[in-house]
């Protein structure tokens, strides 16, 4: 071990995700302390049991001398001993991003990550070879102290590419453009702008956006030319959502209910769209869209609204928080669904939906619609509250669609083995052609096939 090389000695080190485990490993041996320096990334978190353990100490033994290493001193300090750096990810564990601030008032600033003092003592150091900055702030810590993170960001770094900040309440008051920057992520964030103008000026490069939980925007309005993969999770409701990317390939947005909904983004490929209602919505012809993931509330209606698109090969619907006799204003059924995607050769229904099918289900107007010859592969995940039912709803798709090869169904694990086992014989008597494919679900868990 003594006789190691540095340079493999410096690649074990490369190797280790935690700047803490890093640091043992330099107590530990003289060598590892010796080339720690040329490392160029530290990732940095701070656990629950460390906030509590130093928050004890300072409650019990506050005139006695302070014997946990505050949290910013040890990252300042790992700041200090490399040369370069070019990846920095700070924050807290998930644990303690959970606590909440009605369990505790926290009104210091020992883990107030985003803190603009605290960043302008590190980021200059660091900023010139700096690619990519994750900032994970503690939100008792932050959600009343406006924080000009941004600013100083898009002053220094000019390098930069990808930028990660969660829990924080941001300002992007004089902000500068960052041309360099191709990758976004703001998560639970509070601002306070009317709209996203400022950052749609400052980030035009972007190819990459994540907001997820991002709350105070009243007329939220995405307008990135270059953007090509988005995720748009919108906390609160606001009034009108807007969002132009001629560049978009992938888009998931989930909103809950907005009085209006505007999407123009004509290249767009993959879409998974999840919202309650919408009272206005209105899509540019989708030109290029192939894989289509709808979740609502009203799916009936939300397929009545968009657009007729002939692209769609392959189709996931769910209705998200149905329950059983809530039908009224939805009527979701598969007519619809081959009326408005009627190139689907992939379908695949959740088990909300299908628990809404079912309960539309009408045998006549089941055997009205013409057969689909084009799908191929159908999968629907079933509860069999009422196995006959169930059957007979299975029956309608299958002998519909003429054309089907592949057929997954997936049980619920609560379901009683020999009802399960009855309805899976009855299947595969009734269409001894298909090949089949058995599997079993739960909420929160991974499909587990039965056979494949």
């Known amino acids: 071990m003594d006789k190691l090389p540095e340079a493999i000695a410096l690649d074990i080190l490369s190797r280790l995700d935690d700047s803490a485990d890093v640091a043992r490993c330099r107590l530990a041996w003289k060598t590892f302390d010796t080339v720690s320096p040329e490392l160029r990334s530290i990732n940095l978190h701070c656990s629950l049991k460390r906030y509590i353990k130093s928050r004890s100490r300072l409650s019990n033994s506050s005139s006695s001398p302070q014997s946990i290493t505050p949290f910013k001193t040890i990252f300042l300090n790992l700041v200090s001993n490399l040369r370069v750096v070019e990846s920095v990810c700070i924050g807290t564990e998930k644990p303690l991003r959970d606590v909440s601030y009605d369990d505790v008032e926290d009104e210091a600033d020992d883990l107030y990550l985003t803190d603009g003092d605290f960043v302008k003592e590190w980021l200059p150091r660091v900023c010139g070879a700096l690619k990519s900055l994750s900032i994970s702030d503690f939100w008792i810590q932050s959600c009343w ?55 749609n000026k400052s980030f035009p490069n972007l190819q990459l956006l994540n907001l997820v939980g991002v709350g105070g925007l009243k007329l939220p309005r995405i307008h990135l030319i270059n953007l090509k993969t988005c995720h748009w999770a919108v906390s609160n409701a606001p009034s009108s959502l807007t969002l132009i990317t001629p560049n978009l390939i992938t888009l998931r947005l989930e909103c809950i ?85 009627p190139s689907v050769n992939s379908l695949c229904i959740k088990s909300s939906a299908w628990s809404e099918l079912e309960t539309c289900y009408d045998s006549e107007s089941w055997e009205t619609w013409d057969g689909r010859k084009g799908l191929k592969t159908f999968c629907a995940y079933l509860l069999l509250v009422d196995p006959l039912l169930t059957f007979s709803s299975v029956a309608s798709v299958l002998d519909q669609c003429v054309g089907l090869v592949n057929v997954s169904l997936i049980i619920h694990r609560d379901v009683v083995a020999n009802v399960s086992k009855s309805f899976i014989s009855k299947c595969m008597a009734r269409w001894p052609g298909v090949n089949w494919r058995w599997g079993m679900w739960r909420e929160g868990m991974e499909v587990s096939w039965i056979t494949n």
């Open 145 to 199: 102290r406006r924080s000009d993170l941004l600013p100083l960001v898009s002053s220094y770094c000019h390098n930069l590419l990808e930028l990660e900040v969660k829990n924080a309440w941001l300002s992007v008051d004089n902000m500068n453009p960052m041309p360099m920057l191709t990758t976004l992520t703001l998560e639970f964030i509070r601002l306070d702008d009317e709209d996203l103008n400022m950052l």
């Open 257 to 341: 209910r907005p009085t209006s909904l505007y999407i123009e983004a004509p290249m767009l490929i993959h879409l998974h769209l999840a919202l309650d209602h919408a009272d206005s919505f209105v899509v540019k012809k989708f030109q290029n869209l192939k894989t289509l993931w709808l979740e609502s509330l009203y799916m009936g209606s939300l397929l009545l609204k968009f657009p007729f698109t002939k692209t769609v090969e392959s189709l996931t619907v769910d209705s998200r928080k149905w329950v059983r006799g809530a039908v009224g204003f939805s009527k979701f059924t598969l007519e619809k669904v081959f009326t408005v995607f």
